[in-house]
């Protein structure tokens, strides 16, 4: 084991991850450099940087990546009505292929030779980055401590910690939460404690990011999202990044009681498991968005992106964000969203995310045609007959040589 | 015209179908057979028997056909967790088949050589009542009035009612909702009027079966579904047929402000349209339904159904359901719900349908294996690295032949 | 029929496109602007100048679109692997696209209000020009003489030519083939006739392009075809243009037998036709790309383009190469093929096109993986297991339910 | 490793898998089950049995398959028109799930806790075989030698043999095929030696089941395949049972120099391969199936059909016959079979399968409609007019808008 000379750590500064870092000094001889991102999780990173100094680290990065994870990664996904399994906005995928590229960034500039994580064995975080580490940089080595270690329950993980001198929070870890989480500026997300019976309610207070519907205030907001080629580029009239925008919309959400869903999903491991995920912003974008498409997009390309959407989601799921198939599908997803431009009206209730009008000057909307009134000519109905009679002559040939429908 | 003896119309007893059988009577000197159907629509179907009569119809049909609608039509369409666009539960366009099928019954019963309707030459429905009727009869004749006549606005056909002697319930028509609607048991649709311009938001007043969110109870409810084969069969312990299910859903998510949907959505005859939907029960079966999915459903499967749905519900909303294509496609997805059965538990609560629980006899959600706590060997940790590593393999040859993703 | 005062013919100087110019004259009293291009269906075109001219024609445009057609057409459209229902080309529908581009920017050039066409009302054809029209001008009038004249036999037509002074050269009408055929560079298309029995096999004499397998040489033919990013650049060396990249494929596939298909297909206008065609050079060309493809693409993105192609082959046989979709759908494959570059090697023989060899610097195939011979360790086999394990987990889950698979 | 009592292995009397034998009676100290199969490889199978005692086995399996191969499995398959990647007609991967299902019987007939194999860890086989026998018997051990021994070489496959007093057959040993090949009645496959170039053209002397085209009659073979729900019942005239079918299109076919492929293709495990097939029956039935469907099936079936296919295949590919997601697309195609009856007359000709007629008596042919005669009314082509009026609506409304296509 002892051909690892350097290994880049995604460190989130938190007892896990401080394990590992004393466990591959200790394991694999070398040297750690320990990477830690803000990508909206909602806590300092930069205590995180003692912590390493204090295990001995001497590359310590520290990333603000809020711009990059919104612009690049969440953005281009929610341009295709992303959703796994038709309910799961992929708020912890999403974030995954970022961190896996800044892995492999901070590999090639420390010369490292191998990168680390602390997902488990069982999930689908360590695909997701593995896969794009690999995709990356082909050469990398890849040390999964929870594959490798014994270190399999609490208090095994105490008692290395007490052996080792790595300082551990007592207090902190016994307010801890009983689910596991993590967070992005797109979601939070919760697994295991009573989520682990599917048949049991998630309870009140695990939920951190929004008010229950029940708790949210009596009277709507109202806000107007405004779109330019299938991106919110301003709320209410004003312009925002997309960082600012996501900030917005999970603070306005979560504030109405938004974005809460409760899930078994099929991880790509071959399992199922329960989770629950606050996305208060992702679900006010992908019910904007589609409502932004109903006017401005073509028909047959709505229909082909519904149709595409689902293996789309699940290349993302399974990890392969950093795949020539994922380029190919957003090479399309991409094109499809030139005329995606115009504004949004919506209504936020006590968990209701209500469409109430969309505008753009890039509208196929033409009531002059689509009118209950006189149209002027504008559509000539007799041509509805040719149109049915000859979608129907299939089905009457067919008919008549006697193969019945019911 | 006069090659045509007698003539099956869909008719609904109101005014415009009224018209419709003196104008056939007229125009084609033929005899004219009515038929009225209870879908669920809310309205008493008995009266349209006096009318009728009052305009000479000789055979006359009224038909309860709810529960056959909802068993044969409804829950099959919800097996595919069927969204027209995203957003469209279907609710006019899965009546239509239904329709088409007793006018070629009728027609055949009373040796009919034509059918009639009153759907307008703009609309999806004209398509699907004329598909339905060709695919089951190809030599029917078919009668559109509106694409034929020239009583094209209101005060044309009021002349005509006045010339023809036709009874005009003025005091009705003066109070007449500004909307074009439809209603059956799976929903009731609004068109026209303010809707007309996308952007303004739909008045209160509209809306006839829910409540607003705002106007809903304070107080959730909670409902147990419970399913067979992927059909809701018993609900909070009670067996229930197929409408009385559909039934008691529409009462209980109206009254939770559940199942309002306002949707710009494509036609098939070529043109947007933006339409205002409640569909209170349906919104609850179709959650409920992925819910019990979840736990049941292989997960190719899911995805396989997920990747079909959009395509088997654009065969519907453009008036398919009699096709061999959508028979083929209701053979894989009948197939798939084999498993699908347990019970669901949902809350209801101001316009949300939250799942809070699911369970069932056939869930494939294994607790030993998905657990964070220590798994007693029922998953090996360490087979994740070989599955990582032979699922980047094809990634790493990529980026060692130089193939840069970023 | 006042309102049109000039109408772009798509104009081949022969019979029935003449008879049109004089009908439109006579119709519709307005001018007639004639366009006839070189799409390589190995006919001359300047003669139709003096036809037109003899015919009164004032604005007579000729065209030579031979690269134009390969190269942003044929080729783009080979990326794909394109085929309809399995067996077709798509000759026919790929030329008509530009004819109607061009229509359409003569139109604007010569002020022309109408387009007109000598396609039937019961073919592919006729939408396939008029959907191009309407997408690229959506206010052109479409003037189509076949679904409004009544000359709808032979006779009527000469009779016509008799009484208008349209000279009918009548040693050609008598030798005249039976079939109604259809060439351009791609391919040439038969209908009628015989072929009009599926059961009857097409007779011999018919085939114009190609030899028979039959009386091809004993010996075969070897050829290297060069691509660049998904199209031919080279033959044997040889730089070449895309025309000449096609007739160069032509000649060489027509002397080896090669490219003649027998089909019953599908109609968009809903109805069986049975068709025969020769398409020599597109016949190597598929097989050919399929190979190139085969090393240097992405599995996956090779499984997506596979599952896509259908779809773009009948947007482009129904007539919407003109449409968002198929631009969508273009970027998509387009974005595929950039490292499709490379040599294949094939040996032709009596109706055979045989691979024998492909190579790229782009290659994915690394035999250092793929060997049966010791592999240095580039393979780990034992991480076969853990793929296997996993990829079997939720089949051990759901067997293990009890669930039987046989 | 002594937990495993008895083992059912897959063994073909070969070398390979009778040292397999011996090593797991050293390495596992259980006994072993021997299972050999008659799929059509074209070798006797009985004289396994005298090796398999001479190793000490005391249950040994030997099967006849062949008739449920071809009706089970190859026919299935072929009423969905299945080629992996466009050229590969699965030879080897459909016959994998037949030898899971078996072995998976007799391990439950037997009391075995195991079952092994002798494919190596770099390819499909192996993958097939075990995720079939998972998906029969979840809980069944599986011993795959290639991966867990240390025979990596030829030299110490022999050293093995010496010190176990295996009998090698050196004659046959040293005239060995460079090729590592594999058969059943569907097909033979080659891998390896020159074939590990992909630019290298297969040597003749490889193939062993057809002749060249070169070396094939000079004159044609015609022959009559009857269908019946898609599958072929008679040939000639003459009834056949599945796998007579078979058998007697790879001798005709062969003969004709029928079903060479040569192919680079994607494995499941991540890399490209090269491999060599030949398939003469198959070939020819796929072809034929596709002729008899172009006459019998719905448009929108077949273009179902035909985007469904590559999914299907790779499912078969991988390994997933017994899988969830393969059963429900079954039950889709063979639903759309029904009406997949009548003949089709091939010519078969030096390498070329050449549809020369199709007929049924459930043709949706119709030459009243489809003729370019005088039709008596079957089809007004006015209705195109209307019919391409409103499929160009949304385009012409795009291009209103100001949406360029060029």
Known sequence: MSDINKVVLAYSGGLDTSVIVRWLQD?????????????????????ARAKAEALGVKEIYIDDLREEFVRDFVFPMFRANTLYEGEYRLGTSIARPLIAKRLIEIANETGADAISHGATGKGNDQVRFELGAYALKPGIRVIA??????????????????ARDIPVDFARQKTKSPYSMDANLLHISYEGGVLE???????????????????????????????????????????????????HLNRVGGANGIGRDDIVENRYVGMKSRG????PGGTIMLRAHRAMESLTLDREVAHLKDELMPRYAHIIYNGYWWSPERRMLQAAIDQSQEYVNGTV?????????????????????????????????????????????????RLRIAANRGRGML
Chains 1, 2, 3, 4 share one sequence.
């Open 145 to 162: 401590p929870w594959r490798e270690w014994d270190l399999t329950s609490r208090e095994k993980l105490m008692e290395y910690c007490e």
């Open 197 to 247: 019976d599917p048949w049991q309610e998630a309870e009140e207070p695990m939920w951190r990011w929004s008010v229950s519907p029940e708790a949210a205030p009596d009277t709507p907001t109202y806000i107007e999202l405004e779109y330019r080629r299938g991106d919110i580029v301003a709320i209410d009239g004003e312009s925002m990044s997309p960082a600012t925008v996501l900030e």
């Open 345 to 393: 009206r919506l209504k936020l209730y006590k968990g209701n995310v209500i469409v109430c009008g969309r505008q753009s000057s890039d509208s196929l909307f033409d009531d002059r045609i689509a009118t209950f009134e006189d149209d002027a000519g504008a559509y000539d109905q007799k041509d509805a007959e040719g149109f049915i009679k000859l979608n129907a002559l």
């Open 27 to 47: 394991t694999y001889q070398c040297e750690v450099v320990t990477f830690t991102a803000d990508i909206g999780q909602g806590e300092e990173v930069e205590p």
């Open 276 to 279: 629950a995920y606050e996305t």
